[in-house]
């Protein structure tokens, strides 16, 4: 009917002989040798859904620590991996590879690919982030033993020097700190050279960069962001390993050496990393949003140049986490200036969101409220973040539990609720099958009361005063109740994340056969069969405007008369 | 059918994109360059800093031998880069070995140069912040050139069996684009450690 | 159907009974460290850019998240929705350049007042009769120096209350003898870290007197969170006397002769310092006048024969992981060297 050469979709056929299916042993065999992007995604996301689930339990046991004052359910040793951990572990083992996790499915698929641009890399980058991940929770096993945490971290997961040096941790902990993040940052570093190269070099016909889907550019800059994030922090960890192993002196303050340097290495990598973080968030809600809205978003070119303009202003901006180290006053102004002015651009994404909105038909389907929920936390989070930049005020709420507040705002409130909303959105693509609606429903509104209940109370915690990283406090200071009150929250949300986790697995057997396009959506990966076959396109696939499967299914009124 | 013509400018349109390994080794090149910048950073940031020990000006040596030798290796690997792509694997060959020979004369010269300073010098990692600076930088790009170097020797080997030929010259250009890299990171090192620093 | 007004609501009122069940609180109760109750000239300025912040984070916010609400409960998908999709808009320059412009003013307008706050706390002279204190941190405790008077102390720090008619500013160096610590009173000034091999400067001038609490804020090792903070503010009179107590030199009592044996012989004077004898430690707090504070060990307990005589024999029950080692003394030992350190007055 058309005159698009759009690859036809195409049903697997799923039936096969018992004879021919292969054995357990040889279904696992194929998935750890794989180098197809799409199993290797999957990988990521699993990987990342197992470790959310154990920094959550890390998370919870700090919140039933701190539930009352001068409890006893941790020691301060215990308490002190568990907050590390906790950190660490959603960061670099959750956060990263869930996003990357994504990509890796994605990107290939929306830019009309057979595969990424290198393929081995990819499998390589995989195994050495798992091993990471590995190395790290196998701390928990050294030292005193599984119960006193072992030689688990200790240090925060910032690690400030000269508290890591030897004198002050002797011990195993934080090698398997440095060491396990070295080398996940390795595998890091590969699957973003592997996306960019992918990116730049694989799109299909006529998919200029301006026509890409915003989940593919913004993975493309998040790429682009890591490359000179990650390697930072790595370059630092090799000096404190210098420090620890070889007698070096660079965090070594009786040699002459400065903490300020670890501090500064730490932050020029800490900012960069929160948009290595949000960005693919970002990435996300630009693909539900306008199709559940049923509406192009808005401002296309607009997006693209805030994200560019937010890459290159985040790198400006790191001292903001330091303004109590005692910079001159020139530097604090400069840096609560270069703080708000990365506002801007992020505002005016969120503009551009409500803009779709604006004029839509909305459906509100899970992956849509999580979406939604988003927009809101993301709002508070970035006001919230405006509070943080006017340093005068940030001397009072550094290291405080608003900063904890804030950043769970962005993290959870933002992150962990795009990742929610895009599993519900391609769980259908990856497995053919539909998450339960229903359940999901469940899980949005009580992890959305959680959420609040234990986030919004911990902002006047830190106007009152509570500093982070304690694992006690007085009973006098007027700080027990809403303590109490946060690790509730804590519990609703644990609940939450667990109907998630059932639904997920469940679905993969019992959830609706989703076909190819269950969301009636515009991007190339739905016009492929549910899952994927490992080729993906039958043919390359040509496209003539940002949303290809919107000119299929409107030859009348293509896209591409109305771009610019 | 559509009645309506859908006809749109660029229907046979020419599709070239970048070579995804030249993009992949430029991302590369990004992302060690940040490396390295965190190293010169820390080396800059703690001149003149030591508490005590040999100062560069007491025990460092300008390595120009080395360094004439390691910048033509970008000029012999930029010949070889020629050669392979018309297909002139004689030619190539040389220029290849020319370019791992005047490698492995850095390479020695740095041998040497850390042989006196530990030795005669009294300077280690773990001697004062300079020791501890000096070594990580410089060290790090030596790892560096050691890695170039097992690569153009392997292509080496591989071209004297027969088995290089010019469809492998994009390749062979990726490896060179490391090359450069590498030989561009050494002026920044020499510039801030022989010449500034001392 | 799920709406978002629903969503909005369960927010909206969940604030509202957060704010009134916390206000009381939010109003300081005698030992509540904080922000929002200023008691001194930083912390007020602070704590009124703060108040201006809020207002225009706010204004953005009931805006912005208004617009949100609007649009999700405006255009909701309805059964009586036409067939086919809405009309589709691809953006607008116009749009764009007003809320790209509107926002950078915004900016503007917060960075001018809040630069102003900056050098105004940072860069504020320092008036002749300014009293000088060292403040040098600790693996888990505070050492506070007063150069001018030749006095040392530990953990509790007495300085003069401030008035119109006779200012008395205090101001602190800060560093750090071992790890990066951090030096909060919430109610008196905003943080400053210390950090080894690097003096930091404040200055507080409070306004009333009593006492204010804080503690440590940078994570700093196992027992960061007992490394306690309390701040005498003290009318001229009680910090004159104070300053006369803490100079004079430890006296000599006879009835704790064997106390005084058991402190020297069994190494704390390694650690220790009490002024006028032959113990010069400067590892741990100095204790010449440690029966002048109301707690031990940084706040971690009150300051009692009972606490004394359990944290010698074993810290590790007030502050597992406290630096302090247990001395393995017998039980006469150690009610010999208590009853000493309770003459410390």
């Not at chain 1, 194929?30 to 799409?38: F, I, L, R």
């Not at chain 1, 359910?73 to 590390?84: E, H």
């Not at chain 2, 030929?165 to 002026?187: C, M, P, T």
């Not at chain 3, 412009?101 to 102003?116: E, G, N, S, W, Y």
Request: proline residues 5%; contains cysteine.
């Amino acid at each position: 009917m058309s005159d698009y050469p759009l690859p036809v979709s195409h049903v697997i056929d799923q039936s096969t002989p018992a004879s021919e299916r292969s054995t357990l042993l040889e279904k696992l065999h194929e998935w750890v040798v794989t180098v197809d992007h799409k199993r290797l995604g999957i990988l990521y996301i699993l990987y990342s859904t197992f470790f959310l689930l154990v920094a959550g339990a890390e998370a919870l046991m700090i919140r039933v620590q701190l539930a009352y004052p001068h409890n006893h359910v941790l020691s301060a040793q215990v308490y002190n991996r568990f907050f590390t951990m906790h950190g660490t572990t959603m960061v670099f083992l959750v956060g990263m590879p869930f996003l990357f996790g994504f990509a890796n499915y994605i990107v290939p698929l929306q830019i009309g690919a057979r595969d990424m641009a290198f393929p081995r890399v990819n499998a390589f980058s995989f195994w050495l982030t798992a091993f990471g991940g590995f190395l790290l929770y196998y701390s928990f096993l050294g030292g005193a033993g599984l119960y006193g945490v072992g030689n688990a971290p200790d240090v925060g997961w910032f690690a400030y020097a000269p508290l890591t040096l030897r004198a002050f941790s002797p011990g195993h902990a934080t090698d398997y700190w440095a060491l396990a993040l070295i080398v996940s940052g390795f595998g890091t570093l590969g699957t973003a050279i592997n996306i960019i190269a992918t990116v730049i070099s694989m799109r299909c016909k006529g998919m200029t960069l301006m026509r890409m889907p915003l989940f593919t550019w913004l993975l493309l800059i998040v790429s682009m962001l890591t490359l000179v994030t990650i390697t930072p922090l790595t370059a630092a960890q090799f000096m404190l390993l210098i420090d620890r192993y070889l007698g070096g002196h660079f965090f070594d303050t009786q040699a002459g050496g400065s903490s300020l340097i670890w501090i500064h290495f730490f932050w020029i990598f800490g900012h960069p990393e929160v948009y290595v973080l949000v960005l693919p968030a970002f990435a996300i809600a630009n693909e539900i949003i306008p199709v559940f809205c049923r509406k192009a978003i808005f401002g296309y070119p607009a997006m693209v140049a805030a994200s560019v303009c937010i890459m290159f202003v985040s790198l400006s901006v790191w001292a903001h986490h330091m303004f109590t180290v005692g910079m001159t006053s020139v530097s604090n102004a400069f840096f609560t200036l270069s703080t708000m002015l990365v506002g801007v651009p992020t505002g005016i994404k969120i503009f551009n969101w409500i803009a779709t909105l604006w004029g839509g038909r909305i459906r509100f389907t899970t992956a849509m409220l999580f979406c939604i929920g988003f927009l809101f936390h993301f709002l508070i989070a970035g006001l919230t973040g405006i509070m943080l930049s006017v340093s005068p005020w940030d001397w009072q709420l550094h290291n405080s539990y608003f900063v904890i507040a804030h950043f769970h705002y962005v993290l959870v409130g933002a992150v962990v609720f795009c990742i929610f909303a895009g599993i519900y959105y391609w769980y259908p693509k990856a497995t053919g099958r539909l998450m339960n609606e229903t359940l999901g429903k469940w899980h949005f509104w009580l992890f959305t009361i959680g959420f609040h209940i234990t986030f919004d109370t911990m902002h006047f915690l830190g106007l009152l005063g509570m500093p982070r990283s304690i694992y006690t406090y007085q009973p006098d200071r007027g700080w027990n109740f809403l303590n109490l009150v946060v690790s509730v929250g804590g519990l609703i949300q644990g609940i939450a994340v667990l109907i998630f986790a059932y639904n997920f697995i469940a679905s993969y057997w019992s959830g609706e056969v989703a076909g190819d396009d269950p969301w009636d959506a515009w991007t190339l990966e739905w016009t492929t069969s549910s899952p994927p076959p490992v080729y993906n396109f039958e043919e390359e696939p040509e496209v003539h405007s940002r949303r290809p499967l919107w000119d299929l299914k409107h030859p009348d009124d293509p896209d591409w008369e109305y771009e610019s | 059918m559509s009645s309506i013509p859908v006809s749109h400018p660029e229907r046979t349109v020419e599709w070239h994109l970048p070579n995804k390994r030249r993009v992949g080794m430029t991302a590369l090149i990004v992302g060690e360059s940040a490396i390295f910048t965190i190293f010169v950073v820390a080396y800059v940031f703690y001149m003149g800093k030591s508490l005590s020990g040999p100062t560069p000006a007491q025990v460092l040596e300008v390595p120009i031998l080395a360094t004439i030798c390691l910048l033509s290796s970008s000029i012999t690997i930029w010949r070889a880069e020629k050669a392979i792509e018309d297909d002139r694997i004689g030619s190539f060959t040389v220029w290849l070995g020319a370019t791992i020979a005047l490698a492995a004369v850095f390479l020695m010269g740095t041998a040497f140069e850390w042989k006196k300073l530990i030795y005669q010098d009294g300077l280690t990692i773990s001697t004062n912040l300079f020791g501890t600076t000096f070594y990580s930088l410089v060290g790090l790009h030596a790892t560096h050139v050691v890695v170039g170097m097992f690569l153009l020797t392997s292509t080496f080997v591989l071209s004297l069996f027969g088995w290089v030929d010019s469809r492998q010259s994009e390749r062979f250009g990726v490896v060179a684009l490391y090359w450069h890299f590498v030989d561009a990171v050494w002026i920044v090192v020499f510039t801030v450690v022989y010449l500034i620093g001392r | 159907m799920q709406t978002r007004c629903t969503k909005r609501l369960i927010c909206r009122s969940s604030a509202a009974a957060w704010l009134l069940l916390t206000s009381p609180m939010l109003i300081a109760q005698g030992m509540t460290p904080s922000t929002l109750a200023p008691a001194s000239t930083p912390a007020h300025q602070i704590f009124n850019l703060s108040i201006f912040v809020v207002a225009v984070t706010g204004g953005i916010f009931l805006v912005v998240s208004g617009l949100l609400a609007i649009a999700l409960y405006r255009f909701r998908a309805r059964k009586t929705d036409p067939v086919g999709e809405p009309a589709q808009i691809y953006g607008s320059t116009q749009i764009e350049l007003a809320w790209t412009v509107i926002p950078i003013l915004i900016v503007v307008v917060l960075f001018l007042t809040t630069a102003r706050i900056i050098f105004a706390i940072q860069d504020a002279p320092k008036p002749k009769t300014a009293l000088d204190v060292t403040v040098i941190g600790h693996q888990f405790w505070w050492e506070f120096r007063y150069p001018k008077y030749g006095v040392v102390t530990a953990n509790e720090l007495h300085i003069p209350v401030s008035s119109d008619a006779a200012p008395a500013a205090t101001f602190l160096k800060l560093t750090s003898a071992d790890v990066n610590h951090s030096f909060w009173i919430p109610q008196l000034a905003g943080k400053t870290d210390l950090i080894a091999n690097h003096v930091n400067t404040m200055w507080m001038d409070p306004q009333k007197p009593g006492l204010y609490l804080g503690q440590c804020a940078q994570f700093c090792g196992s027992q960061h969170a007992m490394m306690l903070l309390r701040v005498y503010v003290d009318t001229p009179e009680q910090f004159d006397a104070w300053i006369k107590n803490q100079q004079h030199s430890a006296p000599q009592n006879s009835a704790v002769e064997a106390g005084r044996r058991v402190f020297e012989r069994q190494a704390c004077m390694n650690c220790h310092t009490v002024s006028g004898t032959t113990a010069t430690g400067r590892f741990g707090p100095d204790l010449t006048h440690l029966m002048s504070r109301a707690t031990l060990a940084a706040g971690a307990m009150d300051n009692t024969p009972e606490n004394l005589r359990q944290w010698i024999k074993s810290p590790d029950t007030f502050k597992g992981g406290a630096l302090m080692p247990a001395m393995q003394l017998t039980d006469e030992q150690l009610d010999q060297v208590t009853a000493y350190l309770e003459t410390l007055k």
